[in-house]
């Protein structure tokens, strides 16, 4: 039994300076949070979302898009008309300026997707801790999360969410994954 013990000890090594490495990655990421903050305060982000807002959709019409989004993955009209649109090749745009930047999505009021820098799993936002803990019920926060390894690309990122503002109110989010291994 000692024997198999001492085999073990340096997986168990491993996974726990992984786990550290990756929590101090995570703290990393708080670094761009200002950045993060200044595309969301820009003019045309903020009118993107109240525009989107002002539409007054419904929940069951937003998982409505959410579940053919989701059947489609992605490959659906609206996904497409998104992807295409100004504010989300304006956040593209930013993406692609920033070397650890990789990924941007844009939500209204309820999480439902403004703008994406790609295509995302889903539409709706919403029911996810990078929402609600970035919208935090109209108040607004900054919200990072810790920071995962991404088996597509197998980089390390963290989602790093932040409030669009307008007059001191959240009127929706904008997140962010940071590639916590490009941070200078």
């Known amino acids: 039994m000692f024997k198999a013990q001492l085999m073990f000890k ?10 550290a490495a990756l929590a101090n990655a995570a703290g990393n990421a708080k670094d761009v949070v200002p950045e993060i903050k200044a595309i969301a305060a820009k003019p045309d982000v903020v009118a993107a979302v109240k525009a989107q807002n002002a539409k007054n959709l419904t929940l069951e019409s937003i998982k409505a898009i959410d579940g053919r989004w989701i059947g489609a993955g992605g490959n659906i009209p609206e996904a497409q008309a998104m992807l295409a649109s100004p504010i989300s090749q304006a956040l593209l745009a930013a993406e692609k300026s ?17 703008a994406i820098s790609a295509i995302t799993s889903d539409y709706w936002q919403g029911d996810e801790p990078k929402f609600v803990n970035a919208y935090a019920e109209g108040k607004g926060a900054d919200y990072v999360a810790r920071a995962k390894k991404d088996e597509s690309s197998g980089a390390v990122v963290s989602q790093v969410s932040v409030p669009v ?20």
Do not use: C, H, R, W
Not at 10 to 19: E, F, Q, R, V
Not at 98 to 114: C, M
């Open 165 to 184: 503002m307008d007059g001191g109110k959240a009127i929706g989010t904008l997140t962010i994954g940071v590639n916590v291994q490009a941070l200078p």
């Open 98 to 114: 920033k070397p650890y930047f990789v990924e941007s999505i844009l939500t209204d009021n309820q999480g439902a997707n403004v």
């Open 10 to 19: 340096p997986a168990l090594a491993a996974l726990l300076i992984g786990s």
